[in-house]
């Protein structure tokens, strides 16, 4: 359960981070505002540190994506030449929390007519973005939660069916640690094979995933925007982070357990 939600999450996460990236903001010019003056200011945009990236739309292509997205009304286009539609640039911020700032700040433009960027849409990306992060943590501890009790269970169900066991061999002299290492070593043993299935299982979503194409530009996280990972390399990094993580799970739970029920 621990390695699909990270999948999840994951996938989730970089599926929103492509949506936070594709969100923009078009500034609409006046028609007596020059083409120069349009990439004059398009350069400055481009030294600011909070864009991402700048595109100029001319008239003539304004035009064209008009006609592309009505091409099923000629009505409507014989009525539209491009001289009519105004010239705009699309802006892309690297962070996507700066988009109603910089609306703003481009709204105070002299030659800017109009500014527009789908604030809604973004409120629910970043909406959307919360409600993962916290149902993935919350189930995670859940499952962790869980996880180690089922661990202290089965040694105190051990622990009590060797009782006699036990305290013969305490009697013949055997040390704490001779009694108490074999239960522990237990614990990790059904970790570490309990982790080693979930392992494999997530290696082959990573190797379907590659085979369909899925994600190709990497998974990532949203608090490590910049990085992605392939995801048959993220799968094998996750078969190594669950192998340690079900060995200490139960190692912690073997070791409450032993303490717990014998005492000595």
């Known amino acids: 359960m621990l390695g699909t939600l990270i999948f999840v999450i994951s996938g989730s996460q970089t599926a929103l981070r492509y949506l936070?990236?594709?969100?923009?903001?078009?500034?609409?010019?006046?028609?007596?505002?020059?083409?120069?003056?349009?990439?004059?200011?398009?350069?400055?945009?481009?030294?600011d540190g909070r864009i991402a990236s700048?595109?100029?739309?001319s008239k003539n292509e304004a035009f064209e994506i008009f006609s592309q997205i009505n091409k099923d009304e000629p009505v409507l286009l014989e009525n539209i030449s491009p001289s009519i539609l105004p010239a705009s640039l699309e802006v892309k911020a690297l962070n996507i929390g700066d988009l109603r700032v910089l609306a703003e700040e481009f709204s105070q433009v002299d030659g800017v007519e109009e500014v527009r960027f789908f604030e809604d849409i973004i409120d629910r990306f970043k909406f959307w973005s919360n409600v993962i992060y916290i149902i993935g943590f919350v189930l995670v501890?859940?499952?962790?939660?869980?996880?180690?009790?089922?661990?202290?269970?089965?040694?105190?169900?051990?622990i009590h069916s060797k009782g006699i066991e036990l305290e013969i061999m305490k009697l013949v002299g055997a040390s704490n640690a001779y009694v108490k290492n074999p239960l522990v070593y237990q614990g990790v043993f059904l970790g570490f094979v309990s982790s080693f299935i979930a392992g494999v299982a997530m290696v082959m979503i990573g190797v379907i995933m590659k085979l369909y194409n899925m994600f190709d530009y990497g998974l990532t996280f949203g608090f490590l925007p910049r990085l992605y990972i392939q995801p048959l390399v993220f799968s094998l990094l996750l078969f190594v982070f669950l192998i340690f993580s079900g060995c200490l799970l139960g190692l912690l739970g073997s070791y409450t357990a032993v303490k717990r029920y014998l005492k000595y």
């Open 54 to 57: 700048v595109k100029y739309v």
């Open 20 to 47: 936070e990236q594709q969100a923009q903001i078009s500034i609409f010019f006046k028609d007596d505002f020059s083409e120069e003056n349009i990439l004059g200011f398009k350069s400055r945009l481009e030294e």
């Open 141 to 158: 501890a859940v499952f962790s939660l869980i996880s180690y009790s089922v661990i202290i269970a089965t040694l105190r169900t051990t």
